[in-house]
């Protein structure tokens, strides 16, 4: 059961729910209001379409209520301010030592949870290191399998570069790779799953646009994923990701030491328009 329901006093009987349900489920009973057969409820893709579209806020499916939706009438930032957010997002590489507020970084994830997926299929797995000490931990292995790797010269030759940053550690202590961030986020999903590469990085990107407006910084850290994920599988189980899992990538995150005050220019995108 979908428990798909419908407050008679509200619904004008509109049938916008009917018209934009992706899988054409929901029909009219006998007196004219939207309902779902029960042979039908099992195509329900869960994506709340109905609920969201309603104007009335009438309509209530899989225990979801419209009064606890967020409203988005005047709640979308404006063009200029979503556009600034995109082109001065900055890759950030010095962090302040502090942990984030344990609300913030809920919040951080629950919104980043609500990003689009392939066929609703909603089965994003986060795995956060919410503790400095957590990474400090996490770094300090990375870091002994890098060195043990780079000594055997063992280092794949297209990886050849992170000697350097290995090296760096291995003498000064200075972190290059974890950038001394105070947390970690890792974003999984079933191999199984329709799209689950594309899931993860959809995901992570909405993770990263709504940390940013938040005040926190995020690093997209490549070396961390290629070592967790295909080096040293041993981490990756201790971090609890399932072997079933395609791991999609490693971000970085915390409150910003650096602030940028403007954002930087490209080159025009390369657009080629089909004749």
Not at 58 to 87: F, M, N, V
Not at 102 to 110: A, T, V
Not at 204 to 224: D, H, K, P, R
Not at 240 to 247: A, C
């Amino acid at each position: 059961m979908i428990d798909f329901r419908i407050d008679r006093e509200r619904c004008t009987q509109c049938k916008q729910c009917v018209g934009d349900c992706p899988s054409r489920i929901i029909g009219l009973d006998g007196e004219g209001f939207p309902s779902i057969a029960p042979e039908k409820e099992t195509n329900c893709l869960g994506c709340q379409h109905c609920l969201a579209i309603c104007p009335e806020g009438a309509l209530s499916i899989l225990g979801y209520r419209p009064e606890e939706s967020l409203l988005l009438k005047g709640g979308y930032p404006d063009p200029q301010q979503l556009e600034t957010l995109i082109k001065g997002r900055r890759s950030v590489r010095r962090y302040r030592p502090e942990n984030l507020d344990p609300e913030l970084l809920n919040k951080l994830l629950d919104v980043a949870w609500h990003a689009p997926t392939g066929v609703n299929s909603r089965q994003v797995r986060f795995t956060v290191l919410d503790d400095r000490d957590k990474v400090a931990r996490l770094r300090d292995e990375v870091m002994a399998g890098l060195l043990r790797l780079d000594r055997e010269g063992a280092l794949p030759a297209s990886k050849s570069y992170y000697a350097s940053f290995i090296r760096v550690w291995e003498k000064r202590q200075i972190d290059l790779i974890f950038r001394d961030a105070p947390h970690l986020l890792i974003a999984s999903a079933p191999k199984s799953a329709s799209t689950p590469k594309d899931d993860c990085m959809i995901a992570l990107t909405s993770f990263e646009l709504y940390a940013q407006a938040s005040g926190v910084g995020t690093l997209w850290n490549g070396i961390a994923s290629w070592a967790i994920d295909e080096m040293f599988p041993d981490i990756r189980r201790s971090l609890g990701i399932p072997d079933e899992h395609l791991f999609g990538y490693a971000m970085l995150f915390g409150k910003p030491a650096v602030h940028y005050a403007r954002t930087v220019q490209h080159q025009p995108a390369p657009i080629h328009r089909v004749p």
